[in-house]
């Protein structure tokens, strides 16, 4: 079992009867994932279960903090077991580098961060789609610099093999 945080920005689906027009700004919460994977799978059988996994969850993940801080006996997973939180903002302008997506650490980026981020997570991936690119930028309070570098290139390389097995498919 893996746990995986998402940050949840609370305007997309949820609650269908839910009125949000004369509210402004966002909604955001982390909200848990809980994956079952199998080690060694098929990359495309593990895509397809984190697909229903994602699917599966109840509103989108609307309303888990409210059921995680008013239900005594709700069964949900607590904010300091979850290792990665993503952190997916969209799609933004501006330009992005060449290719189909990048993975990296970005030093600039990592100081105006970090002070910003007091979490329990281990690492937060911050990812957005810039002109077709998807990039996805590590912070972490606990991991150093060459070590976050590492796990972008590992994230990178993986993102490619997958794209490459659905290709050939």
Partial sequence: RFALGMYHHGRAGGIADLDLSRTVGWFSAPVPLLLDVVPDAAMGATLSHVK????????????????????????????????????????????????????????????????????????AVLSNIADGCLRANFVSSRYSRPGLQAIANAFGDALRELCDSLQSH
Avoid: C
């Fill in 52 to 123: 229903d996994s994602l699917r599966a969850m109840p509103n989108e993940g609307v309303g888990y903090g409210i059921l995680r801080y008013l239900r005594a006996d709700a069964h949900v997973l607590p904010e300091a077991q979850i290792d990665v939180l993503l952190n997916h903002q969209g799609t933004v302008a501006g330009e992005a580098p060449g290719g189909l997506f990048t993975a990296h650490f970005d030093e600039r980026e990592y100081a105006q961060l970090l002070p910003h981020f007091k979490f329990p997570w281990k690492i």
